[in-house]
């Protein structure tokens, strides 16, 4: 079997490093190629920075020189909004985004660059990691920062299913720090897992869980040209059982937006 090169950007980012440990361990069918912006982040989180690019996606040659040679790209880059400052009692915080950090530049642009070069370069593979909501303009998300978090993401997604790569796009409920592999997952498509959850359970995954996907979209041909949302049963309901099979997982997604 072939080792395939795969590069993960936002790979300091709490999923984003998630993704590159499990591809670490996967060293007989993987070498992985990491990008982030700050060598610090990345010495304290791996212990070294071999095999990592220090660059920011919207600068291209650093795309270019990361993706050279890879067979696949994994896109964990998100716009992180900052709190302005520490509310007053009884007062909502406010959010913005640091300069050349908003969603636009970083969910919308950022992501088009690095399907852009990826197109170039003749990756074979795309898997983006988004959020679920994006069907909903009037999203509280949306209203962090004044960003449109969520649209500008689903426009970057729309943009990668046109652009002719193999694609897999991964549409998370709320993130949990909270072991993987221990719960049921269930897919769904826009949004209904968001507005009718089955039998009332929480619209949230582990990191780890959505990380485990990711690698198993690398793997399994049943996860290409697909697009699907993605939550998790409880931990503690006595009705799961706990996704083994990601073939058959796959199977239950469909192509497109």
Known sequence: MS????????????????????????????????????????????????????????????????????DSLVILTSAVPKMKAPPKEGERPEFDFEEGGTPEEVDWIGQKNQIDIAKELNINHIVLVGSMGGTNPNHPL?????????????????????????YTIIRAGGLLNELGGKRELLVGKNDTLLENPPNGIPTSIPREDVAELVVQALIKPEANNKAFDVISKPEDDTSAVITKDFSALFEQTTPGL
Do not use: M, P
């Open 3 to 70: 080792i395939k090169k795969v590069l993960v950007t936002g790979a300091t980012g709490r999923t984003g490093s998630l993704v590159v440990k499990k591809l670490h361990q996967l060293s007989d069918q993987f070498e992985v190629v990491g990008l982030a912006r700050n060598q610090e982040k990345i010495k304290e989180l791996f212990g070294s920075d071999d095999g990592f690019f220090i660059g920011d996606i919207n600068d291209k040659s650093t795309l270019e020189s990361a993706l050279e040679g890879c």
């Open 142 to 166: 949306n209203k962090i920062g004044n960003g449109n978090i969520l649209i500008w993401k689903r426009k970057a997604e729309e943009y990668l299913i046109n652009s002719g790569i193999n």
